[in-house]
Protein backbone atom coordinates (compact mmCIF):
# COMPACT_ATOMS: atom_id res chain seq x y z
CA UNK A 1 0.00 0.00 0.00
CA UNK A 2 2.75 2.53 0.94
CA UNK A 3 4.36 1.76 -2.64
CA UNK A 4 1.00 2.79 -4.19
CA UNK A 5 0.88 5.91 -2.49
CA UNK A 6 4.85 6.43 -3.30
CA UNK A 7 3.63 5.62 -6.92
CA UNK A 8 0.82 8.08 -7.12
CA UNK A 9 2.87 11.01 -4.95
CA UNK A 10 5.49 10.60 -7.64
CA UNK A 11 3.32 10.69 -10.30
CA UNK A 12 0.91 13.48 -9.49
CA UNK A 13 4.04 15.96 -8.84
CA UNK A 14 5.39 14.57 -12.36
CA UNK A 15 1.72 16.11 -13.58
CA UNK A 16 2.13 19.23 -11.86
CA UNK A 17 5.80 19.92 -12.66
CA UNK A 18 4.31 18.97 -16.40
CA UNK A 19 1.85 22.14 -15.97
CA UNK A 20 4.19 24.67 -14.76
CA UNK A 21 6.32 23.74 -17.27
CA UNK A 22 3.71 24.56 -19.85
CA UNK A 23 2.48 27.81 -18.36
CA UNK A 24 5.60 29.56 -18.44
CA UNK A 25 6.25 29.07 -22.03
CA UNK A 26 3.72 30.23 -25.12
CA UNK A 27 2.09 27.72 -27.55
CA UNK A 28 2.86 29.16 -31.28
CA UNK A 29 1.49 28.45 -34.98
CA UNK A 30 3.09 29.66 -38.11
CA UNK A 31 3.65 29.78 -42.06
CA UNK A 32 7.01 29.38 -43.33
CA UNK A 33 8.02 28.89 -47.19
CA UNK A 34 10.84 26.00 -47.76
CA UNK A 35 13.22 24.35 -50.49
CA UNK A 36 13.74 21.10 -50.77
CA UNK A 37 17.11 19.55 -52.55
CA UNK A 38 15.41 16.43 -53.55
CA UNK A 39 11.89 18.29 -55.05
CA UNK A 40 13.71 21.12 -56.04
CA UNK A 41 11.00 23.24 -55.86
CA UNK A 42 9.83 26.07 -53.20
CA UNK A 43 7.39 24.91 -50.79
CA UNK A 44 4.63 26.44 -48.32
CA UNK A 45 4.14 25.10 -44.79
CA UNK A 46 2.32 25.87 -41.49
CA UNK A 47 3.46 24.51 -37.96
CA UNK A 48 2.71 24.56 -34.65
CA UNK A 49 4.98 24.21 -31.78
CA UNK A 50 3.03 22.95 -28.20
CA UNK A 51 5.84 22.55 -25.00
CA UNK A 52 5.35 19.91 -22.85
CA UNK A 53 8.77 20.77 -20.72
CA UNK A 54 10.92 23.33 -20.31
CA UNK A 55 13.22 22.96 -23.07
CA UNK A 56 11.27 20.51 -25.05
CA UNK A 57 8.19 21.30 -27.50
CA UNK A 58 6.23 19.04 -29.90
CA UNK A 59 5.76 20.55 -33.17
CA UNK A 60 3.92 18.99 -35.93
CA UNK A 61 4.03 20.41 -40.28
CA UNK A 62 3.00 20.32 -43.20
CA UNK A 63 4.49 21.00 -46.54
CA UNK A 64 3.18 21.37 -50.01
CA UNK A 65 5.05 22.07 -53.01
CA UNK A 66 4.61 24.04 -55.69
CA UNK A 67 3.57 21.34 -58.52
CA UNK A 68 6.39 20.74 -61.50
CA UNK A 69 5.54 20.52 -65.22
CA UNK A 70 8.64 18.48 -66.72
CA UNK A 71 8.58 17.65 -69.71
CA UNK A 72 4.49 16.72 -69.62
CA UNK A 73 5.80 14.62 -66.59
CA UNK A 74 3.59 16.58 -63.65
CA UNK A 75 4.74 16.37 -60.05
CA UNK A 76 2.85 17.26 -56.89
CA UNK A 77 4.89 16.58 -53.43
CA UNK A 78 3.86 16.78 -49.92
CA UNK A 79 4.96 16.22 -46.32
CA UNK A 80 3.83 15.97 -43.20
CA UNK A 81 6.31 16.25 -39.95
CA UNK A 82 6.00 15.47 -35.93
CA UNK A 83 8.88 16.71 -34.61
CA UNK A 84 10.62 17.42 -31.35
CA UNK A 85 12.07 20.55 -30.97
CA UNK A 86 14.92 20.52 -27.98
CA UNK A 87 16.16 23.88 -27.15
CA UNK A 88 19.79 24.42 -26.30
CA UNK A 89 19.96 28.01 -25.59
CA UNK A 90 16.79 29.40 -24.98
CA UNK A 91 18.32 33.28 -24.54
CA UNK A 92 16.17 36.87 -24.85
CA UNK A 93 16.88 37.65 -28.27
CA UNK A 94 17.44 33.91 -29.49
CA UNK A 95 16.21 30.54 -29.00
CA UNK A 96 18.61 27.40 -30.83
CA UNK A 97 16.84 23.98 -30.68
CA UNK A 98 17.77 20.74 -32.20
CA UNK A 99 14.63 18.89 -34.20
CA UNK A 100 14.31 14.89 -34.54
CA UNK A 101 11.37 13.44 -35.87
CA UNK A 102 9.18 11.45 -38.35
CA UNK A 103 8.54 11.88 -41.39
CA UNK A 104 6.03 10.53 -43.88
CA UNK A 105 6.66 12.20 -47.84
CA UNK A 106 3.94 11.98 -50.78
CA UNK A 107 4.69 12.00 -54.55
CA UNK A 108 2.46 12.00 -57.48
CA UNK A 109 3.83 11.68 -61.00
CA UNK A 110 1.63 11.90 -64.07
CA UNK A 111 2.20 11.75 -67.84
CA UNK A 112 -0.41 13.30 -69.75
CA UNK A 113 -0.09 11.72 -73.18
CA UNK A 114 -1.10 14.68 -75.57
CA UNK A 115 0.45 12.35 -79.14
CA UNK A 116 -2.02 9.56 -78.77
CA UNK A 117 0.92 6.94 -78.55
CA UNK A 118 0.87 4.54 -75.28
CA UNK A 119 -1.75 6.60 -73.17
CA UNK A 120 -1.69 8.29 -69.76
CA UNK A 121 0.32 7.11 -67.03
CA UNK A 122 0.06 8.00 -63.02
CA UNK A 123 1.49 6.43 -60.28
CA UNK A 124 1.90 7.87 -56.73
CA UNK A 125 3.94 6.62 -53.33
CA UNK A 126 4.42 7.73 -49.82
CA UNK A 127 7.13 6.32 -47.20
CA UNK A 128 8.27 7.59 -43.69
CA UNK A 129 11.36 8.68 -42.66
CA UNK A 130 13.15 10.50 -39.95
CA UNK A 131 14.12 14.11 -39.33
CA UNK A 132 17.29 15.48 -37.61
CA UNK A 133 18.09 19.44 -37.70
CA UNK A 134 18.25 22.65 -36.10
CA UNK A 135 16.51 25.70 -35.96
CA UNK A 136 16.43 29.35 -34.49
CA UNK A 137 13.97 31.38 -33.41
CA UNK A 138 14.38 35.43 -33.32
CA UNK A 139 12.66 37.01 -30.26
CA UNK A 140 11.79 40.96 -31.68
CA UNK A 141 9.70 41.34 -28.79
CA UNK A 142 6.59 40.99 -29.88
CA UNK A 143 3.68 38.31 -30.46
CA UNK A 144 5.44 37.08 -34.32
CA UNK A 145 8.80 35.04 -33.65
CA UNK A 146 10.77 34.90 -37.44
CA UNK A 147 12.52 31.50 -37.06
CA UNK A 148 14.96 29.71 -39.64
CA UNK A 149 15.19 25.87 -39.57
CA UNK A 150 17.82 23.48 -42.05
CA UNK A 151 16.92 19.73 -41.32
CA UNK A 152 18.04 16.43 -43.51
CA UNK A 153 14.99 13.55 -43.95
CA UNK A 154 16.37 10.33 -43.51
CA UNK A 155 14.28 8.81 -46.95
CA UNK A 156 15.31 6.81 -50.05
CA UNK A 157 17.28 9.78 -51.40
CA UNK A 158 17.33 12.00 -48.78
CA UNK A 159 16.23 15.35 -48.77
CA UNK A 160 17.71 18.85 -47.05
CA UNK A 161 15.01 21.41 -46.59
CA UNK A 162 15.83 24.45 -45.48
CA UNK A 163 12.73 26.51 -44.27
CA UNK A 164 11.96 30.06 -43.05
CA UNK A 165 9.17 31.86 -41.61
CA UNK A 166 6.75 33.06 -38.58
CA UNK A 167 5.48 31.86 -35.00
CA UNK A 168 2.77 33.41 -33.69
CA UNK A 169 2.30 33.18 -30.00
CA UNK A 170 -0.72 32.35 -28.61
Excluded: H
Aim: contains cysteine; charged residues 15%.
Amino acid sequence: MKKINLTATIAIICIVCSFTAIAQTETKIGGFLAYGTEVKTIGIGANAEFPIAEKLTISPSLIYYLPKDEGGIKINWFEVNANANYYFLNEENIGVYGIAGLNYSSVKVKYDNNFGFGGDFSANDGRFGLNLGAGANFNINGSITPFAELKYVIIDGGQLVIAGGVKFNL
